[in-house]
């Protein structure tokens, strides 16, 4: 080309070379003049005079090398606005050339309280084609993957991703990335979430991969502050043949699980399902610890879920509880037991077991006199007697 069009409009438009001569140079696909001297400091400016005109994106486009930084301009929370822009044309060229001017440094990006929103931005128009670079990226860095779950705005631009792949192909592999790192990232206080996400948004053949890696992970999990909490999540999420398997070998353990500080939780979610059978069989396994787990904080809570949750589960504790009269005081000056007992002698009315009820009741009034001298104990004392009209007028408290 003998003279642009720019170069002959300049000396009429030179103080508004980026709108009337930018546009007319894109409309021969040329590129205006100075654009190809554009660094990373005057990259601002530059695009801020184009911000309102698409010529921007095809400028951007010609730019064959611009000498400015994409991921910076990502990470700056004006010029990320202006690359948003450029992705708001929805054209694939300029996507695709952004796509690969970020995509070794994804992570960098995703992190970044700026950069993380134009990640979002990115997915929202990427193609099939252009995610699955993406989601490439990610496999073949799975440990810096991870890392950037554990990050806010990581976690929070990972989980918009796995939300917006809910019903493509893509989403499986998504998971099976995420199943790479699971107990990593369900034992993260932040990482958890994105799992959480693929749990809740995806379809149970999408999750199969995740679920199946649960199962053979949920001890590592239960016994986790993080973890207990996420795998409660996948237990409301799974559905059956799996969540069968994974109910049961939870139940199996319940033993043990009841006495970690995080695993009692775990037990006492199942609990709360209704699963008779499920439920039957972590009784079976608590009932040689019913006493010991009363006198702890996750314990107690444990014996008292298995007192609501049914009138097996009622009977079990109590007809414990009546086979030792001392440490069933003992119980009762507790500050965690003591709970436990309120409990029992709550439910057995409730369930009309009167016999049960009042059995407790004479093993406790008898020691009424040491009880109303405790403060857990008075509490027990007090319940037995607003259950027992009979009791009101023993014991002044």
């Excluded at 730019?63 to 994409?70: A, E, I, K, R, Y």
């Excluded at 070794?104 to 990006?109: A, L, Q």
């Excluded at 019903?167 to 699971?182: D, F, M, N, R, T």
Aim: aromatic content about 8%; some cysteine.
């Amino acid at each position: 080309m003998n003279q642009s069009i720019f170069s002959q409009k300049s000396s009429h438009n030179t103080s508004n070379n980026s709108c009337i001569g930018v546009q007319e140079c894109a409309d021969h696909n040329e590129l205006p003049l100075g654009y190809n001297n554009w660094t990373n400091e005057g990259h601002s400016m530059c695009f801020n005079d184009l911000l309102d005109q698409s010529v921007a994106a095809l400028c951007y486009s010609y730019l064959p090398n611009p000498g400015f930084d994409v991921v910076k301009l990502a990470k700056n929370p004006k010029s990320s606005r202006i690359l948003e822009k450029l992705l708001e044309l929805n054209n694939y060229h300029y996507i695709q050339r952004i796509l690969n001017d970020v995509l070794d440094s994804f992570f960098e990006v995703m992190i970044d309280d700026s950069g993380h929103s134009f990640f979002l931005k990115l997915v929202e128009f990427c193609n099939d084609a252009q995610m699955e670079q993406i989601l490439c990226t990610f496999h073949l860095r799975v440990d810096l993957f991870a890392q950037t779950a554990f990050m806010r705005h990581g976690s929070k631009a990972i989980q918009m991703l796995i939300k917006s792949l809910k019903k493509k192909p893509l989403a499986k592999y998504c998971s099976e990335i995420v199943s790479v790192k699971l107990v990593e990232l369900m034992t993260h206080r932040t990482g958890r979430y994105v799992v959480e996400q693929c749990f809740h948004v995806l379809n149970e053949k999408q999750n199969e991969v995740l679920f199946r890696r649960v199962i053979s992970c949920f001890k590592e999990l239960a016994t986790s502050e993080s973890g207990c909490a996420s795998l409660n999540v996948c237990i409301n999420c799974i559905t059956n043949p799996l969540k069968k398997e994974l109910l049961e070998k939870i139940a199996s353990q319940s033993g043990y699980f009841a006495s970690d500080p995080w695993g009692n939780y775990v037990v006492q979610h199942l609990l709360e399902l209704g699963d008779e059978e499920i439920s039957r069989k972590i009784f079976s396994q608590l009932e040689k610890q019913y006493l010991s787990l009363a006198f702890k904080r996750g314990g107690s809570h444990v014996v008292e879920r298995c007192i609501q949750s049914g009138k097996s589960g009622m009977i079990s504790v109590v007809d414990v509880l009546l086979s030792d009269a001392k440490t069933l005081v003992q119980l009762a000056k507790d500050p965690f037991g003591n709970y436990v007992i309120q409990k029992a002698l709550q439910s057995t009315k409730e369930y009309r077991e009167e016999m049960r009820h009042q059995a407790l009741a004479r093993v406790l009034m008898a020691r009424s006199s040491v009880l109303v001298n405790n403060n857990p104990g008075k509490h027990v004392i007090i319940t037995i007697r607003n259950l027992n009209p009979v009791y009101q007028s023993v014991s002044n408290i």
